[in-house]
């Protein structure tokens, strides 16, 4: 068994790639009956999953740590090769769409795997590979700028993640000052963070104009694979939102007012929320980290099999430290077939829900793969984070393990929290589609643009007289934004669907649990309609959804008595 710090990295030679792929494509090309096709497409998966394995370690250890030189030059590497790689994927896409043995690998691998091929083919040319450089390079430096940040708050050097804690202190003044001073690290980068996302939008929208569109929200929708919804439904989902959310947001920010003692709740008292202290991890990460393991080998057979293998070849990174890239994520080390999850853990129940949240996408790809395509690894975004928000929501039971006595503050405030992100959610999307129909915006518009989304979606915000964040900057900490335009409706239109979960959990533990496993063994095979069809969901997009999913919860809400927590 080899752990992760033995896994084995080595720079693949570009030339050496493109000829022998060459080779194995002609191999595909050349193949006259659906075993010779099947034969050559898995030695072409083979290759093309050692690349992936390659750039995949490079991503994450240097993640891990951005100033270890080594790997921010392989990243940089990558960052300039990758559009080389995605010409050779776009080859491989354009001759099985073609194929003669098209009907018969359909019937085998499933028509989903072929809408990738088309929109894949749609997303790229030879005549952009300069400017998706351009766009990594400057998406890689945001997150170096970001990781870069080094805090003095009360006498000591923080990072980001580290600082959050002291956001949720008892002492109103500290959650102020520690607000400030996170934001701080922002404003005082302002300049460039604005010069990085003003490239970026302009690059973007150069890219989408080659390629024959009107504008990057289109190239936008066809790069997330978004390909059984649109635009049209996501405005309309959005609308949902405004109509029936942002009323029960504010109304529960009202409520938290009320519990936390304060006249008037200020962005900086947004993340406490109760006047005895918010539910916290009663150990340390490695504590946390076993009883973890009991949860999982609890929850199902699966899981304990999964979890195991994870911890026996330290396929997770979880604290924060000085270096470290922000945020957590999960990825998937295709030649070891090993799921990798990174965090960032620091001592506040993010820790539980980033855990959950990322093992959930670990799960789904531990399941699926052995379906034998890449593109069938993980589902399309927003179905991936059905796996993730779902998790947190399955794990409840074992809560009690973690926060103890507070174990009801953090059930309630999850589920709040889950609520009130919603308006926040759909809110990015919206300033994602402004920014793209409108690339000649300044920086100053875009700023304005935001300052106005919040006072429809979240008409409770008070800034408190902070000028970097009244000025409409609070969307830069958002790194999907600048890193994976467009990803981040996926959360919302996941989160209908977990709350589906949540439900079905306390009605009927086992027959939720069976439709969730189902759903992830399925990884990538569908597209998100088809896969929230699968699981005996109901889709976000159908009329009156958003509102009868989120009277359930209401309804639980209510039943709380939340000032006695």
């Known amino acids: 068994m080899i752990s992760f710090e033995n896994y084995t990295y080595e720079r693949p030679n570009v030339q050496s790639v493109k000829e022998d792929f060459k080779l194995l494509l002609k191999e595909f090309t050349d193949a006259t009956n659906v075993k010779a096709a099947t034969t050559a497409l898995e030695k072409i998966n083979q290759f093309r999953s050692k690349l992936s394995t390659m750039y995949t370690l490079t991503y994450i250890r240097s993640s891990i740590d951005t100033n270890d030189d080594f790997y921010q030059k392989e990243r940089d590497f990558f960052d ?92 109103r003044n500290i959650r102020q000052e520690a607000t400030n001073a996170s934001f701080g690290f922002f404003a005082s980068h302002s300049e460039r963070f604005d010069e990085i996302y003003d490239q970026l939008v302009k690059v973007r929208h150069e890219i989408a104009t080659t390629l024959g569109y009107k504008n990057f929200v289109e190239l936008g929708y066809i790069r997330m694979l978004r390909i059984d919804y649109n635009a049209e439904m996501v405005e309309v989902f959005r609308k949902q939102v405004r109509d029936v959310i942002v009323p029960l947001a504010s109304k529960l920010y009202k409520k938290q007012a009320n519990r936390i003692g304060v006249d008037s709740l200020k962005f900086y008292d947004e993340n406490f929320k109760y006047k005895t202290g918010n539910a916290k991890p009663k150990g340390s990460p490695e504590w946390i980290i076993d009883n973890g393991k009991k949860m999982y080998e609890e929850l199902s057979p699966e899981t304990k099999e999964f979890f195991q293998f994870m911890l026996d070849r330290n396929l997770m990174d979880l604290e924060a430290k000085k270096g470290k890239e922000a945020g957590g994520y999960c990825t998937f080390i295709e030649d070891y077939q090993a799921p990798f999850i990174f965090a960032n853990f620091n001592g506040t129940s993010d820790d539980l829900d980033v855990l959950t949240h990322e093992v959930g996408h ?194 639980w809400l209510e039943s709380v008595d939340d000032q006695a927590l």
């Open 80 to 171: 300039e090769i990758s559009p080389e790689l995605d010409e050779l994927n776009t080859a491989l896409y354009q001759e099985l769409i073609k194929s003669p043995c098209r009907e018969a690998l359909e019937k085998k691998w499933g028509a989903q795997l072929f809408d990738i091929a088309d929109f894949q083919i749609k997303s790229f040319s030879p005549e952009v590979i300069h400017l998706l450089q351009k766009e990594n390079k400057l998406t890689s430096e945001y997150a170096k700028l970001v990781a870069s940040a080094e805090i003095e708050f009360q006498g000591e050097s923080y990072t980001l993640a580290q600082l959050a804690p002291f956001t949720q202190d008892h002492k």
């Open 362 to 555: 670990a799960f789904q790809c531990y399941l699926s793969r052995d379906i034998g395509i890449p593109e069938y690894l993980f589902p399309t975004h927003e179905a991936c984070e059905i796996h993730s928000m779902s998790m947190e929501f399955l794990t409840w039971p074992w809560m009690e393990l973690f926060f103890k006595e507070d174990t009801d503050k953090y059930k309630y405030s999850h589920l709040a929290t889950g609520l009130q992100f919603l308006p926040y959610g759909v809110a990015v999307d919206e300033f994602q589609h402004l920014i793209y129909e409108n690339p000649e915006w300044t920086p100053t518009e875009r700023k304005q643009a935001w300052k106005q989304l919040e006072e429809i979606y979240l008409p409770h915000r008070d800034y408190d007289g902070n000028a970097y964040l009244e000025e409409g900057n609070l969307w830069k900490r958002q790194g999907h934004i600048y890193k994976s335009p467009f990803y981040y409706i996926d959360y919302t239109l996941a989160q209908i669907c977990a709350f589906q979960f949540w439900k079905r959990s306390q009605e009927n533990k086992e027959k939720a649990w069976n439709d969730y496993l189902n759903l992830c063994k399925l990884g990538g095979s569908k597209s998100f309609l088809e896969l929230v069809e699968a699981a005996s969901l109901a889709s976000p997009f159908e009329e009156g959804m958003v509102e009868t999913v989120v009277k359930t919860i209401e309804d």
